[in-house]
T-cell receptor, first 112, second 112 residues
């Protein structure tokens, strides 16, 4: 396994459009996390899954954001009606129940 | 109480010198303290991590020092090399969720 994989790497979208990102975690990892990172800042937690159950959501995750992890494998993060303030790097990470979190390369979203 | 404060914001060190980055936290429920290295356009990479039952952990040129009573921890990079030039983030998480709270980051430049 080569690590956490995210797709696409870059996405440019017009304001008001919907976008969906995909994350494939390290195969034996049962936990999957989504973070958002803006320029010059540390990553901010959005949500996490243990297997297929979404166990925590940040207040940063507005109603326009939804995440799924069907069958406890890959995960998708959808943003509806994108706004310019959604422009950021969206990072996925995975881990075992104990142990460090490993991040993917991220999806850079630009809303124009 | 969820914050992790990191300093300095930027640091310039000569090749071969020691780079030191400091972090402080408030939440006494935090029990896992990793450091991440991030290059431009890439996701954060886990460097080294420590739990509060030890005061120091060393892996190669990287050492974490941990002071539980002061609620502070630091990263020391020995024999700093130009390839170490990156942004470094400290983070912390509490029991169970492993949701990471990140510091603001330190941009490290190693001059040749």
């Amino acid at each position: 396994d080569t690590g956490v994989s995210q797709d696409p790497r870059h996405k440019i979208t017009k304001r008001g459009q919907n976008v969906t990102f995909r994350c494939d975690p390290i195969s034996e990892h049962n936990r999957l996390y989504w973070y958002r990172q803006t320029l010059g800042q540390g990553p901010e937690f959005l949500t996490y899954f243990q297997n297929e159950a979404q166990l925590e959501k940040s207040r940063l995750l507005s109603d326009r954001f939804s995440a799924e992890r069907p069958k406890g494998s890959f995960s998708t993060l959808e943003i509806q009606r994108t706004e310019q303030g959604d422009s950021a790097m969206y990072l996925c990470a995975s881990s075992l129940t104990t142990g460090g979190a490993f991040f993917g390369q991220g999806t850079r979203l630009t809303v124009v | 109480q969820q914050q992790v404060k990191q300093s300095p914001q930027s640091l310039i060190v000569q090749k071969g010198g020691i780079s030191i980055i400091n972090c402080a936290y408030e939440n006494t429920a935090f029990d896992y303290f990793p450091w991440y290295q991030q290059f431009p356009g890439k996701g954060p990479a886990l460097l080294i991590a420590i739990r509060p039952d030890v005061s120091e952990k060393k892996e190669g040129r990287f050492t974490i020092s941990f002071n539980k009573s002061a609620k502070q921890f630091s990263l020391h990079i020995m024999d700093s090399q130009p390839g170490d030039s990156a942004t470094y983030f400290c983070a912390a998480s509490g029991q169970g969720a492993q949701k990471l709270v990140f510091g603001q980051g330190t941009r490290l430049t190693i001059n040749p």
